[in-house]
């Protein structure tokens, strides 16, 4: 959506309270239509879904539950591991933190192992 169906949008959600049509977020959590709009008007506008992004992350509840559905989407997650296997900073700072675990280390150290077999193996 542009910016100026976004602003269109606020204008008619503001005249509504100025009209005294109720409390707009009640309005909105009540009605799952209200709720999908608001959702798409955000979706769309690629400033806006980072500020909510920003929004959610900064709170323990909202950052867990964001992550938890990022991890149950497949798409998504095939995305974060390619970008993260592309940015060896990233890469070094993952195999960094999963070896501080001894168990999640000598995991680590069999893959590494297996895939040094692998390339001597190769003719």
Avoid: W, Y
Wanted: charge should be neutral.
């Amino acid at each position: 959506m542009n910016r100026s169906h976004v602003a269109r949008v606020v204008i008619a959600c503001s005249l509504l309270v100025l009209l005294g049509c109720g409390d707009m977020i009640q309005t909105i959590m009540r009605s799952p239509e209200s709720q999908a709009k608001v959702m798409d008007l955000i979706g769309g506008d690629a400033e806006m879904a980072g500020r909510m992004t920003d929004k959610l992350l900064s709170a323990e509840g909202s950052r867990r539950a964001l992550i938890d559905h990022l991890m149950g989407n497949g798409e998504a997650m095939q995305t974060l591991m390619a970008r993260v296997a592309r940015d060896p900073t990233a890469l070094d700072a993952v195999i960094g933190l999963a070896v501080q675990d001894s168990t999640m280390r000598e995991h680590v150290m069999t893959l590494f192992k297996g895939m040094q077999m692998a390339r001597q193996a190769r003719p």
